[in-house]
C-alpha cells in the first residue's frame, strides 16, 4: 500500500534499489509480484500494477512453471503466466534454460519419456509446457544409478500393511547400500503428504540409521507441547485469573474442576499470590499448596532469569521432557523442544528481552502449526520429508515412498480464486462436519460446480507438477515404489510409465536393530565413579554479586487488613496502582465502566463514586498537567543497576558482597523538553 500509493516513496525506493532480481518466481504470490513491478515500473504515480513497464534492465526473474506447486499459499501459475505476459509486453525478454547440472543422463532421460506426454506442447492456462532436461552428467556406470523401483509383494493389499512392506524394503535398500560405503546423507526420502514422514522416519530409527526430519510439522499437533503452551500463559499476567485457572486444570498440576469448586467455595483467589483458605479437604490443599508454591518459583525465576532461561528451568521442573516420552516422544520430539529452545535464544538475541515477546512467539509456533528449525542441517542422516519440502533440494539417491495413498483433491475444494487482470476474486463453500469423516455442505456460491471444476482442473494440473518436483530430486538414482496389484493408489503411478524399470531384488532379511550391549553393575561401581561428581557445585557456590531490590525482606503481612482514612489496604492500593496506570497509557478512556470492572476484579464493594474522586484528583494534579504535554511516557518500567561502595545508598542495603546489582520498577517516568 505504501509503495502504491505513494509516488515519492517509491522514487525512493527505486533510486535506493535498481535492480532487482527474483529467484524461484514459480513461488511468487500476487502480492509479491505487484511489489516488483511498483520496484522496477517507470509510472511511479501508476496504481494498477500491470501496467507499470519496468525500467530497462531493473527486473531480472528467474523461474521454472514446471515446480509451481504451492497454490494452496497463492503462489498459483496464473500470477506467473501474467508476469511473464506482462515481461514480454513491456520489451522484457523470455530465455530458455534446459540444461539440467543435477542429475546423470540415464535418469533424465527415462524422465523425458514420462513428462513430453503429460505436459502440453505449449502452454496453457493450467499447466506449463514441456521443455526436455538435458544432461549435463553423463552416467559412465560403475555405480548405483539410473531409474528402478521398489515393489511390495503381491500377496499384500491392505493399505497399511503395504506401507509397512515399503517402509521395510527402503530400510533394508539403504542398510545394504550403506554396507557397501554410502553415507546415510547420501539419501532422502520423499513421501506425497506430510502425515507419512514420521512412519518412515521410524523405521529407519529402529533399525539404528540416523533420521533427519526436514520441517516436520510437529508442534502444534502434539498434547505435550499444547499443554506447555497453556501453562506457560499463567505468568503473562498475573492477574488474568483464566490462565491461572487453565494452568491448574492442565496436565502438570492436575487440579479437577471439583477441587477448584472447593478452593473458591473457602474463599480461595485465583492467583499465584494467594493464601490457602481454611476449611479445604487434605488432599485438595496439599495439591494448592504444591502448585502455587510452584509458580510462586516459576514467577520468581522470570523476574530474575532472561525469559528462555527461565522458560527452559520450568521445562526440567514441570517434567516436560519425561512427559513427551510417556506420550510417545522419542529422540526427534526431544530435537524439536532443542530446536524451539535455540530459536527463541536467538528471537530474544534480536532484541526481544521480555517474558511476553518470547512467550508471543513460542505461541505462533504452536498454534500456527510452524515447521520447528531444522538443527541438525549437514549432519550424515537420511533425509526424510514430503515433496513440497523437497523442492529445492537434492540427494544422490532419492526413494518416492509410499505406494499406496493418493488422496482426490476434488472432494477437499471450498474456494476457487480467480485471477483477473490487477484484482482477484474470491469463491467460498462452507460446510459442517458430520462424524469423523464427513462434512455437510451449508452454504455455497451460485455455480459453484463449474467454479469447483475450474479449480480441480488447476489442482489436477499442479498434481503432475508435484510428481515432477519429486522426481528431479535425484543426482544419481530414482527408486520408485511400487505395488505390484494395483498401482492406482500410487501418487507416483505415471512414472512408473517407463519401460523397463529395473526392479531391485531385495534379500528376504529381518530389519537390523541396534541392541546396546548391557553389563551389570553394584553399586560400590556407583559410589565409586560418582563420589566426586558434586565437587565442582560447592565452588561455583560462591556468590560474584549481590540482589537487592528495594522491597525485598519487608513484611507487609501485617498491614493486610489495615485500613486507612482514605482508601485503605492492599487491594485499595492495588487498585489504585492500576487505574493510575490506565489513565496514563490511555488518556481517552472510558473511566466509569473501567472502574466498575476494576473494583469487581479486587472485590472492594460499591466503591465508584470513591473511585472517580481520585480519579478527578490525579486529573486535577501538576503531574497530569505535565503528562499532557511530555513527549514520551511510560509506566511500570523495570530497572537494573550495578551499585558500588561509592554510591551513596550503598551502605543503606544488608548485604555482603561488593558487587551489587539493584532491581525493581519505577511507576511512571515522562519526558519533557528540560530532560
Known amino acids: 500500500d505504501l509503495l502504491k500509493s505513494n509516488p515519492e516513496v517509491r522514487a525512493y525506493f527505486q533510486n535506493k534499489y535498481r535492480f532487482l532480481l527474483v529467484d524461484e518466481f514459480q513461488d511468487t504470490d500476487p502480492i509479491q509480484a505487484e511489489i516488483m513491478f511498483y520496484l522496477t515500473g517507470e509510472q511511479v504515480r501508476e496504481k494498477d500494477w500491470t501496467k507499470c513497464t519496468p525500467k530497462p534492465g531493473a527486473l531480472f526473474v528467474v523461474g521454472d512453471?514446471?515446480?509451481?506447486?504451492?497454490?494452496?499459499?497463492?503462489?498459483?501459475?496464473?500470477?506467473?503466466?501474467?508476469?511473464?505476459?506482462?515481461?514480454?509486453?513491456?520489451?522484457?525478454?523470455?530465455?530458455?534454460?534446459?540444461?539440467?547440472?543435477?542429475?546423470?543422463?540415464?535418469?533424465?532421460?527415462?524422465?523425458?519419456?514420462?513428462?513430453?506426454?503429460?505436459?502440453?506442447?505449449?502452454?496453457?492456462a493450467y499447466q506449463a509446457a514441456y521443455r526436455p532436461l538435458n544432461a549435463f552428467h553423463e552416467d559412465k556406470g560403475g555405480t548405483f544409478s539410473g531409474i528402478k523401483c521398489l515393489k511390495v509383494r503381491p500377496d499384500i493389499t491392505k493399505k497399511d500393511e503395504i506401507f509397512h512392506e515399503d517402509m521395510k524394503n527402503i530400510t533394508l535398500q539403504i542398510q545394504k547400500l550403506i554396507k557397501q560405503g554410502y553415507k546415510p546423507k547420501d539419501f532422502m526420502i520423499i513421501t506425497r503428504y506430510n502425515n507419512e514422514v514420521p512412519l518412515y522416519a521410524r523405521s529407519l530409527e529402529q533399525a539404528g540409521i540416523p533420521v533427519n526430519i526436514s520441517g516436520e510439522a510437529i508442534i502444534g499437533e502434539t498434547l505435550a507441547f499444547l499443554e506447555l503452551a497453556i501453562f506457560l500463559q499463567a505468568f503473562r499476567d498475573t492477574t488474568d485469573e483464566v490462565s491461572f485457572v487453565a494452568a491448574l486444570r492442565g496436565i502438570f498440576f492436575g487440579i479437577s474442576d471439583d477441587e477448584l469448586y472447593q478452593w473458591k467455595q473457602a474463599g480461595g483467589r485465583f492467583s499465584i499470590f494467594s493464601d490457602i483458605p481454611e476449611g479445604l479437604q487434605e488432599e485438595t490443599k496439599k495439591k494448592f499448596e504444591i502448585a502455587l508454591r510452584k509458580m510462586g518459583t516459576y514467577y520468581g525465576w522470570i523476574g530474575t532469569s532472561s525469559p528462555t532461561i527461565a522458560i527452559e528451568r520450568m521445562l526440567e521442573d514441570v517434567g516436560f521432557y519425561p512427559l513427551l516420552l510417556q506420550k510417545g516422544g522419542n529422540k526427534r520430539t526431544l530435537k524439536s523442544v532443542l530446536s524451539i529452545l535455540i530459536h527463541l535464544k536467538q528471537f530474544e538475541s534480536e532484541g526481544n528481552s521480555t517474558y511476553n515477546q518470547v512467550l508471543n512467539r513460542f505461541l505462533e509456533l504452536v498454534y500456527e502449526k510452524t515447521e520447528v528449525l531444522n538443527i541438525e542441517g549437514e549432519l550424515d542422516a537420511v533425509r526424510v520429508m514430503n515433496v513440497h519440502k523437497s523442492k529445492g533440494l537434492e540427494a544422490p539417491i532419492v526413494f518416492l515412498a509410499c505406494p499406496a495413498n493418493i488422496v482426490d483433491v476434488k472432494s477437499k475444494i471450498h474456494h476457487h480464486i480467480k485471477r483477473e487482470q490487477s484484482v482477484s476474486k474470491g469463491y467460498f463453500a462452507f460446510s459442517e462436519k458430520k462424524g469423523e469423516f464427513h462434512r455437510k455442505d451449508i452454504a455455497y456460491p451460485l455455480q459453484w460446480e463449474s467454479l469447483k471444476e475450474e479449480e480441480y482442473r488447476y489442482l489436477e494440473s499442479e498434481e503432475l507438477r508435484i510428481i515432477y518436483v519429486a522426481a528431479t530430486r535425484a543426482e544419481k538414482a530414482l527408486i520408485i515404489s511400487s505395488c505390484k496389484n494395483d498401482e492406482r493408489s500410487n501418487p507416483w503411478n505415471i512414472l512408473l510409465q517407463i519401460d523397463g524399470i529395473e526392479p531391485i531384488d531385495l534379500e528376504d532379511d529381518e530389519v537390523y536393530t541396534e541392541h546396546p550391549s548391557s553389563t551389570a553393575i553394584v553399586s560400590q561401581d556407583v559410589v565409586q565413579h560418582t563420589n566426586n561428581l558434586t565437587d565442582w557445585i560447592e565452588a561455583k557456590a560462591v556468590k560474584t554479586y549481590e540482589h537487592w531490590s528495594p522491597t525485598k525482606d519487608k513484611d507487609y503481612s501485617f498491614i493486610a487488613d489495615i485500613l486507612r482514612e482514605e482508601g485503605g489496604g492492599l487491594q485499595w492500593?492495588?487498585?489504585?496502582?492500576?487505574?493510575?496506570?490506565?489513565?496514563?497509557?490511555?488518556?481517552?478512556?472510558?473511566?466509569?465502566?473501567?472502574?466498575?470492572?476494576?473494583?469487581?476484579?479486587?472485590?472492594?464493594?460499591?466503591?465508584?463514586?470513591?473511585?472517580?474522586?481520585?480519579?478527578?484528583?490525579f486529573r486535577a494534579s501538576p503531574i497530569w498537567k505535565e503528562l499532557k504535554g511530555a513527549e514520551k511516557v511510560l509506566t511500570e518500567v523495570p530497572f537494573t543497576k550495578m551499585v558500588t561502595k561509592e554510591d551513596p545508598y550503598f551502605h543503606s542495603m544488608d548485604v555482603n558482597n561488593e558487587n551489587i546489582y539493584v532491581t525493581g520498577v519505577i511507576d511512571l517516568i515522562y519526558k519533557r523538553d528540560d530532560g
Do not use: C, W
Open 65 to 124: 512453471p514446471k515446480q509451481a506447486i504451492y497454490r494452496f499459499r497463492r503462489a498459483d501459475i496464473d500470477t506467473y503466466n501474467q508476469v511473464k505476459h506482462l515481461i514480454q509486453a513491456t520489451g522484457g525478454e523470455v530465455l530458455e534454460l534446459t540444461m539440467n547440472f543435477r542429475t546423470l543422463n540415464s535418469v533424465t532421460t527415462r524422465l523425458n519419456t514420462v513428462f513430453i506426454n503429460q505436459l502440453p506442447e505449449k502452454e496453457t
Open 573 to 617: 492500593g492495588s487498585f489504585v496502582h492500576e487505574l493510575f496506570e490506565k489513565l496514563v497509557k490511555y488518556p481517552d478512556l472510558k473511566v466509569e465502566p473501567f472502574v466498575r470492572s476494576l473494583l469487581t476484579k479486587y472485590e472492594l464493594g460499591d466503591r465508584e463514586e470513591e473511585a472517580m474522586t481520585i480519579v478527578d484528583k
